[in-house]
């Protein structure tokens, strides 16, 4: 795949966190994260954006 598709397939991905994150965590979740859950998914999420920024590093 080329990297233009890969990024479209990030934005993707990243809008479809978003709509479970917010299903979620509203105030009409079903089953809400709990807060130990929502320390794992920031601590992955943060390894996530280092990874990014480190793919971005090597563009510069």
């Given at each position: 795949?080329?990297?233009?598709?890969?990024?479209?397939?990030?934005h993707r991905d990243i809008a479809s966190l978003e709509e479970e994150?917010?299903?979620?965590?509203?105030?009409?979740?079903?089953?809400?994260?709990?807060?130990?859950?929502?320390?794992?998914?920031?601590?992955?999420?943060?390894?996530?954006?280092?990874?990014?920024?480190?793919?971005?590093?090597?563009?510069?």
């Amino acid at each position: 795949m080329s990297v233009a598709s890969e990024l479209t397939r990030l934005h993707r991905d990243i809008a479809s966190l978003e709509e479970e994150i917010t299903v979620n965590t509203g105030p009409r979740a079903k089953a809400p994260l709990s807060a130990t859950d929502k320390r794992k998914l920031k601590a992955e999420m943060q390894g996530l954006i280092q990874k990014l920024d480190e793919l971005a590093g090597r563009l510069a």
